[in-house]
């Protein structure tokens, strides 16, 4: 037994010194680096969060309302004692969206940030997992088995998160409605790895043959905004998927916000989409597939001496085209630019352009090395010749939108089984993404910033929480090389605010928003009209009198 007992303590002994010396490597490591040795601890009760600037954001939401209103308005509702705040699940998305996060389980990487959550009035940065079964319950599949009642309450319940989020997008962008605006139409693919509803094998130019997802988008041009988006399968490509959306659109506006032109690809320059538009007197301007009618058009055009200098080495030509399956004639304008490489058209030809541009004989005879590519429009618009060929080049900058939302935000991500989820998580994407343009507007109006340059630079940094005597202090440091320029515009973000409630204190949230965005918008043209003045009006020339 005393051997027993002997052993007993000397086992428990080890046991308390191998306790002891975790303890002591817990609390400081010793590392060897090529810059000498350190002495590591790890900080278990600390306050910090790497989104130190979050609090100017935040209190941009603050002012704004923005988001006490998307929280409000929020149909989702819980019965569960133990069911997180709405609160809690809104402001976890939003910060995993605005991080630049592309799958659910990237919120774990937020969930040991103890300010962020302070910041945003939030108990709590919830799993990955009740993110998911949250936005389950906000858009529930409505191909899943059940009764027909449970089917209707799903239908309900996906109809009142539409509309929620219909009116969370509208308050995003309606002040920029009122500028004489461009609607964009767009699709892009958004490639997928699972088994997920609507993954249908399409157009996938990035991976053929792989299944996708379409992401049809509506945007505000020049802004940069979305409008709308809504996610589709992944044969669902074609502009007649877009249409419904685009024209209920247009018919939501009142007549003074509508666009004052519509613009699309070669996918929207067909007969039903433009038909849909006449009918609502809607002006738009579209690319045309270079079919056998657009061909024929291109040769009795290509030897015409009445082509006009547009500018950027485009030249281009109007008339008038009917085409077989058009109801009517429309105005077309042919616009040509000569091939960069200078080629000679002679004996057989070996690449494509060259067989496409010598059997419609495109070269001109006065510059035979020249060969020319042809771009056809169709417009209902009246527009000088001189403006069709820069609007619809100005129409490659929601390709930019496309590739920073793809591959800088969620829209190439946030993918679960059931496409209703994909659908609020893309329009999410969208929203946050609009709130983020205006508060970079904001801090920058000379030119946009997209989001690989303004997140280092108005979101990073290191923020320390400290509570003492009633007080909370956050102490921040800047790890950007442009720490002068980044306070400059977070400056500029506190004067806008001071300016706007000081001119009209009196006024709502929701009425201090629609104030602070024409604030931005007449600060973007004030730097606009500035680096890039309006060209003088000229002097009238004084009647020539006779003499005598």
């Known amino acids: 037994m005393g051997e027993m007992r002997f052993g007993q303590r000397t086992l428990v002994k080890a046991v308390e ?9 817990a609390e400081e490591l010793r590392i060897v680096t090529p810059g ?3 002495q590591v601890r790890w900080d278990e009760n600390g306050s910090a969060s790497a989104l130190g600037q979050l609090a100017f954001f935040a209190e941009f939401l603050e002012a704004t309302g923005l988001f006490e209103r998307w929280v409000g308005s929020c149909p989702l509702a819980y019965t569960s004692p133990n069911a997180p705040e709405v609160c809690d699940v809104l402001g976890t998305w939003m910060l995993s969206i605005l991080d630049g996060q592309r799958r659910y389980a990237h919120v774990a990487g937020l969930r040991g940030d103890a300010v962020a959550p302070q910041i945003l009035g939030m108990t709590q940065i919830i799993s990955d997992e009740s993110l998911r079964r949250a936005l389950q319950h906000l858009a529930p599949c409505l191909d899943k088995p059940g009764s027909e009642d449970e089917r209707c309450q799903r239908e309900s319940q996906l109809a009142k998160s539409t509309a929620w989020m219909d009116a969370a997008l509208k308050d995003s962008h309606r002040e920029a409605l009122n500028t004489g605006w461009i609607l964009d139409g767009d699709t892009t693919i958004k490639c997928l790895y699972g088994h997920q509803d609507g993954a249908e094998i399409g157009y996938n130019p990035t991976k053929p043959g792989r299944p996708s997802h379409a992401i049809h988008a509506y945007w505000i041009a020049d802004v940069r905004l979305i409008l709308d988006a809504e996610v589709q399968s992944g044969k669902a490509t074609a502009a007649k998927y877009s249409l419904p959306r685009l024209i209920a659109l ?5 007549s003074e916000q509508r666009p004052r032109l519509v613009r699309g690809d070669s996918a929207f320059g067909n007969e039903p989409v433009m038909v849909e538009l006449e009918l609502l007197e809607q002006a738009y301007l579209f690319k045309l597939r270079q079919s056998s009618g657009v061909k024929r058009l291109i040769e009795r055009l290509w030897s015409q001496g009445d082509w006009k200098d547009i500018g950027e080495g485009y030249h281009a030509v109007e008339s008038m085209l009917k085409l077989s399956n058009w109801r009517c004639a429309r105005r077309v304008v042919v616009a040509r630019r000569a091939v960069k490489d200078s080629l000679v058209i002679e004996g057989k030809a070996t690449g494509k ?6 059997s419609l004989h495109f070269a001109d005879p006065l510059q035979a090395v020249k060969l020319w590519e042809y771009a056809v429009l169709v417009t209902n618009s009246d527009y000088d010749l001189d403006a069709i060929g820069p609007l619809y080049r100005d129409r490659a900058d929601c390709e930019n939108g496309f590739d920073e939302l793809k591959n800088q935000w969620g829209w190439g991500g946030y993918t679960t089984q059931d496409l209703e989820r994909c659908n609020l998580s893309a329009r999410a994407v969208a929203l946050i993404y609009n709130w983020w343009s205006w508060y970079v507007r904001l801090a920058h109006p000379k030119t946009r910033l997209e989001a690989i340059t303004s997140r280092p630079m108005l979101l990073a940094g ?8 009633g007080q909370t202090r956050l102490l921040l440091t800047l790890t950007h090389a442009a720490g002068d320029q980044i306070k400059t515009m977070i400056a500029n973000v506190r004067k806008g605010l001071n300016t706007v409630l000081a001119t009209a204190p009196q006024l709502t949230k929701s009425e201090f928003w629609r104030a602070l965005i024409r604030y931005i918008i ?4 004030a730097v606009k009209q500035k680096y890039h003045p309006p060209p003088d009006i000229p002097t009238a020339i004084p009647p020539l009198v006779a003499s005598g």
């Open 17 to 25: 010194g191998a306790i002891a010396e975790q303890v002591t490597q």
């Open 36 to 38: 000498g040795r350190f």
């Open 250 to 254: 247009i018919k939501a506006l009142p």
């Open 353 to 358: 352009r060259e067989k496409r541009q010598q």
């Open 462 to 469: 290191v923020a320390r929480l400290t509570q003492h005597a």
């Open 522 to 525: 007449a600060n973007i043209i």
